[in-house]
């Protein structure tokens, strides 16, 4: 297909896919003239893909790059590729050198059983928000942070489950560069649903008690 | 305390707190001459809110003013308040007219007894995510939300019992505010320990399966 049917079918405006085609997060198309290509399946596919991650995700241009090269790289294992992608689509993440912050972080993993690596992303933004809490004084937020480990597990199953129930290779590491970044927007969305559902009803059983016999309204708000 | 010792205790440099004090996310100190004002412990407290919302949590100078208007807000219920946080923190949110979608995210609500607030920003999002997911044919992947569900339920339980904890309306306001942002990125942070956690643990299983009697490298690898 021409370019023009590339953007009718994904509703990406054509100078976007030429960008996306000079950023290389599409492959060139077969040339059929000096200036005009043909593109197929593959191409739609990847550009639906990169959408979502773009869309979705909220992903910079490089770090749409770096989870489609977890995609391509021969070395793949989907341990290595997991990694990868996180480390794409969270950068380089912020440091803090406050000692107490990370001692809180080393005894956290400790606790759970998990390895010690001062080095990765997820320790190191782990480190970052211990020491924000510490310096706006919320002493009681590392407390927080073995009940987020537990749910955590959970959810790690349940990712790495779904992982598995691909056909394929090819499926799997698709899984694990889309669904990351997929799985981290519905987790964000349903976790405010869940949020403000508990919220609501906790509103509503504190009004009925302060005015017994009149409960009962809803306590939807604008813009809620 | 003059504006020179505002930065030097926070680390915050003295154009970027007079760029907080033009827009408004810092109060205007006393003046004690024309050129000259005395700021006190409400503006250092408020200065290390403003930058944990800015350095941990990703806001925008409007998100951060959002955050704070909830903290200030006279009418203010500790629901509405995470309303109007959670809006200020996500934005407008995308939107999908993608009626598939819109549908399996209302069969989801339903599923939970949750109450169906098609305008909400957290619906729309999760809309957008489904609708995404479809267009690049991960089927399965709204069976992914049943478990999210689960946990975060949970998450939410416990997230309303810590603002419980405060001793004070304002000490909870706060937490709703900065706690919200903070817990964000931690939950982001362990997410990502605990799947790269079990991730490392599979991939040695499955090596060990591989070569028997070989087993038992670490397997941290670069970057990881």
């Not at 241009?61 to 794409?88: C, F, K, N, Y």
Request: negative net charge; hydrophobic residues 40%.
């Amino acid at each position: 297909m021409r370019i023009a049917e590339l953007s009718r079918r994904t509703g990406v405006p054509v100078p976007t896919i030429k960008y996306y085609l000079r950023e290389g997060l599409l492959p060139a198309g077969e040339l059929t003239s000096p200036n005009q290509a043909r593109y197929g399946e593959t191409h739609l596919h990847r550009l639906r893909l990169v959408r979502a991650l773009v869309e979705v995700g909220g992903l910079s241009i490089a770090a749409v790059r770096g989870v489609l090269g977890a995609l391509e790289d021969p070395e793949r294992s989907l341990h290595r590729a997991m990694g990868t992608v996180e480390t794409a689509i969270v950068g380089a993440g912020a440091a803090s050198d406050d000692e107490v912050a990370h001692e809180q972080a080393r005894r956290f993993v400790d606790r759970q059983g998990w390895g010690y690596r001062p080095d990765s992303h997820a320790f190191r933004s782990l480190v970052a928000v211990l020491a924000s809490a510490r310096d706006i004084g919320l002493d009681s937020f590392p407390g927080q942070l073995d009940g987020y480990a537990r749910v955590c597990g959970k959810l790690a199953e349940q990712d790495l489950d779904y992982v598995m129930t691909a056909a394929t290779k090819d499926a799997a590491m698709e899984i694990v560069a889309v669904g990351t970044v997929l799985g981290d927007a519905a987790l964000a969305a349903v976790r405010r649903l869940a949020r403000r559902e508990l919220s609501a009803v906790r509103a509503r059983a504190e009004r009925e008690e302060a005015r017994p016999g009149e409960g009962g309204q809803d306590c939807a708000e604008p813009g809620d």
